[in-house]
């Protein structure tokens, strides 16, 4: 793989519902690029509200302005020719549309994490789930708060019927056409 130049970098957004594998996808991806040396940050949501937005709660006001620092953040970023990779709920069409808007849509590429909310809830892999539904979280995505799937992802993946293995491979494979594109 050949060094992308900053022309070519891109946010790769990966929206999807809590437990339907975005961090694990970014992840597998983060570790792929670094090693071919690839100049890449991953910024997690969870990890975003543990400090630089853990002043905001999840009202759709608060969500818009985690998603707003994020996007600012990732513009930094590309401008100084790294690839960004984003995982983030991010539920709604219009917050999504801002992120684009921030970035460049030449450089906003959407990847829908795509997993139905039954298949998560049984995952449930941070108990997240389990406090929603006995009403210990409020406006938790999919349970009390909507999600919008993206209608023009530029990537799906079904993380239901496909292994990460699989969901990994593709995803990489995308990520090498749209910096060379
Ligand atoms: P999110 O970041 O979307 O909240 P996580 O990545 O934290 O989700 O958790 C997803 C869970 O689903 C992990 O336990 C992961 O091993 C599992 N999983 C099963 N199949 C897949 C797949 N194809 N892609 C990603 N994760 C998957």
Excluded at 28 to 47: F, I, S
Excluded at 55 to 83: H, I, K, T, V, Y
Excluded at 127 to 142: H, R, V
Aim: charge should be positive; hydrophobic fraction near 40%.
């Amino acid at each position: 793989m050949s060094t992308p130049s900053p022309l070519s970098a891109r946010l790769f957004w990966l929206t999807g519902l809590s437990g339907a594998g975005k961090s694990t996808l970014a992840l597998a991806l983060q570790h792929q690029l670094r090693e071919a040396q690839w100049p890449v940050v991953l910024l997690d949501g969870d990890r975003l509200r543990q400090g630089l937005c853990a002043d905001l709660d999840f009202s759709p006001q608060g969500r818009r302005e985690n998603l707003r620092r994020a996007a600012e953040l990732s513009r930094l970023l590309l401008e100084q020719g790294q690839l960004v990779i984003a995982a983030f709920i991010s539920p709604l069409r219009s917050d999504r549309a801002m992120v684009r808007n921030i970035v460049g849509a030449q450089q906003f590429v959407e990847v829908f994490v795509r997993c139905p909310l039954a298949v998560c809830q049984a995952r449930d892999v941070k108990g997240l789930y389990k406090k929603a539904n006995s009403g210990q979280i409020p406006q938790f995505t999919g349970i009390s708060a909507p999600y919008e799937a993206p209608e023009a992802p530029s990537l799906t993946l079904d993380t239901e019927t496909a292994s990460v293995q699989a969901c990994s491979t593709a995803l990489l494979d995308h990520v090498l056409q749209g910096v060379r594109r």
